[in-house]
């Protein structure tokens, strides 16, 4: 399974690390809303039209920051600033996303 990082790449500009981060968010939400209605409905097979509130990605973003596992960069001249996984964060990232052997 590919790290948070890999799929937003090492920097990110903020609208777009907001949109990726929004994403990753639906499709995990997603993910265990499906085995939740698979409990259910054996034959359940997707999961659609996951919605996100801006407030909740922002709140996630900030959560992350506030633990360390993101931080804010000056992006180059004429560019905005960016967000990228510290050390502590890809640590974190990969610790999580890593599938443990039965």
């Known amino acids: 399974m590919e790290s948070i990082d890999g799929k937003l790449g090492p920097t990110h500009e903020s609208a777009h690390f907001r949109s990726q981060l929004a994403q990753i968010l639906a ?9 939740i209605a698979q409990q259910k409905e054996p034959n359940a097979h997707a999961v659609r039209n996951v919605a996100l509130h801006t407030e909740s990605v922002q709140r996630v973003k900030f ?3 506030a633990l360390g596992f993101i931080e804010e960069h000056e992006g180059a001249k004429g560019k905005g600033p960016y967000w990228q996984l510290t ?5 974190r990232t990969m610790e999580l996303l890593v599938q443990h052997k039965p």
């Open 27 to 35: 499709d995990a939400i997603a993910k265990d809303a499906l085995a």
């Open 87 to 91: 050390k502590q964060g890809d640590q």
């Open 63 to 65: 959560q992350l920051r």
